[in-house]
Antibody, heavy 119, light 110 residues
Framework: QVHLVQSGAEVKKSGASVRVSCKASGYTFTSHGISWVRQAPGQGLEWMGWITANSGSTNYAQALQGRVTMTTDTSTSTAYMELRSLRSDDTAVYYC????????????WGQGTLVTVSS | QSALTQPASVSGSPGQSITISCTGTSSDVGGYKYVSWYQQHPGKAPKLVIYDVIKRPSGVSNRFSGSKSANTASLTISGLQAEDEADYYCSSYTSSSTYVFGTGTKVTVL
């Protein structure tokens, strides 16, 4: 079965960078994309962007352009999300989710990674 | 890209039906058959309950159904059960090849 396993919680200072990983198993990694979604404490879901696992093409949410980079390592079936110049309002749980190219909806999600940004 | 608009809360008694609306624009909800709905219990990852406007993933109860008219999509939960109490989010593909989520709706079972 499909599993997305994310890296552990992180605590970062304002201005630093964080990289969260998402290791996929149970399917052909290069046949799907990976989207990243975050959720600040007590807030709603925010779509951050997505990457096609085979070609590495990306599309980011406008609000994060210039601060976020998504990559994949097909040799380990792992996706990465790096967020730079962290601010306190980047404190959130970050989720990866599998993208299916022939339908909408994120059918599979990682367990989430809490990133806490402190000053 | 602005978030899609959902009511902040909806409530119903066990056995009743409730409907959650999700309003966007012609550049997202109205322009594509790519609307999905997620259920999220506290402290858990979201779970897909509807995709492509009307389709239900395997294993999701047939008490969940979706529809769309113009720029507004809807999720209906029939035969409301205590376990349905959760937050619900809609999402749509957009004309910018991005996705956008709704503001979220808290469903309370009275």
């Amino acid at each position: 079965q499909v599993h997305l396993v994310q890296s552990g919680a992180e605590v970062k200072k304002s201005g630093a960078s964080v990289r969260v990983s998402c290791k996929a198993s149970g399917y052909t990694f290069t046949s799907h994309g990976i989207s990243w979604v975050r959720q600040a404490p007590g807030q709603g879901l925010e779509w951050m962007g997505w990457i096609t696992a085979n070609s590495g093409s990306t599309n980011y949410a406008q609000a994060l352009q210039g601060r976020v980079t998504m990559t994949t390592d097909t040799s380990t079936s792992t996706a990465y999300m790096e967020l730079r110049s962290l601010r306190s309002d980047d404190t959130a749980v970050y989720y990866c989710a599998r993208v299916d190219y022939d339908s909408s909806g994120f059918h599979y999600w990682g367990q989430g990674t809490l990133v806490t940004v402190s000053s | 890209q602005s978030a899609l608009t959902q009511p902040a809360s909806v409530s119903g008694s066990p056995g009743q039906s409730i409907t959650i609306s999700c309003t966007g624009t012609s550049s997202d909800v109205g322009g594509y058959k790519y609307v999905s709905w997620y259920q999220q219990h506290p402290g858990k990852a979201p779970k897909l309950v509807i995709y492509d406007v009307i389709k239900r993933p395997s294993g999701v109860s047939n008490r969940f159904s979706g529809s769309k008219s113009a720029n507004t999509a809807s999720l209906t939960i029939s035969g409301l059960q205590a376990e349905d109490e959760a937050d619900y989010y809609c999402s749509s593909y957009t004309s910018s090849s991005t996705y956008v989520f709704g503001t979220g709706t808290k469903v309370t079972v009275l």
